[in-house]
């Protein structure tokens, strides 16, 4: 393999994630002291994959090389231990990766696509979620799909095409010990994607605005920024 390596120095790359994550855990309606709800944390876990993990880790992804002391752990972990089936661009359904992007437009663009695939499988467009930043820091040499003329297959706008070739790039990447990808985003034109494999290299994890996306009846979403006047939904 041939691909570039870029040396990168990026402070503030930003990941979406739905702000629910964020909020004071569910099960704690469900209670009324803290032993409780350790009792029910504990039954959580047996179906948790973040949970499962960091006890026993994942077909590929150890235990060891997960986070145990550091601010934002659990959404650093998160990320490489929950999967979706048939996985994403670049990582299986055996082992995340943390995505973000250069500029929160970018992440918008590619959580809105995301989202809108999901809720055109289930022939309704009719949805409002808050997505919050989380801002991350790397250091470090990464893979560099954005000037190569190798592996372009991976960008593929369609996932049944694109992912599979990302996959098995991301393999040959983690195999020789490489940390991530820095590559054109496909649903944002002119914006730059990354994508890091190992969850030691996401530094300095700092939460950020709110971005309210809502479908009202069309495939494309209104987007905007919530105000810290505004109420929840």
């Known amino acids: 393999m041939t691909l570039p390596v870029t040396d990168i120095a990026e402070p503030n790359t930003v990941r979406l994630i739905p702000s629910g994550r964020l909020k004071e855990p569910a099960l704690s309606a469900l209670v009324s002291t803290h032993g409780d709800l350790s009792d029910l944390a ?38 490489f231990a929950h999967t979706r089936p048939g996985g994403n661009r670049f990582n299986s359904e055996h082992r995340g990766a943390w995505y973000s992007a250069f500029d929160v437009e970018t992440s918008l663009a590619e959580v809105a696509f995301h989202l809108t695939r999901e809720l055109r499988n289930i022939g309704r467009f009719e949805n409002k979620t808050d997505y919050t930043e989380l801002f991350a820091g790397f250091i470090g040499p990464f893979h560099d799909l954005r000037n190569s ?13 694109g992912y599979r070739a990302g996959q098995a790039l991301a393999a040959q990447i983690i195999a020789q010990g490489g940390n991530g990808l820095l590559y054109p985003s496909v649903r944002h034109p002119g914006g730059t994607c990354l994508v890091a494999f190992h969850p030691h290299l996401v530094q300095n994890v700092r939460q950020g605005d709110i971005w309210q996306l809502e479908w009202a009846g069309e495939p494309t979403p209104s987007i905007r920024k919530r105000r810290p006047s505004d109420k929840a939904p």
Not at 149 to 161: S, V, W
Request: charged fraction near 25%.
């Open 42 to 79: 504990e039954l959580e876990s047996v179906t948790n994959d973040r949970l499962i993990a960091e006890t026993t880790g994942m077909p590929e992804l150890r235990r060891e090389d997960l986070i145990f002391s550091r601010t934002y752990r659990t959404y650093i972990n998160a990320a």
């Open 149 to 161: 003329t190798e592996h372009q297959d991976c960008l593929n706008p369609n996932p049944a095409l």
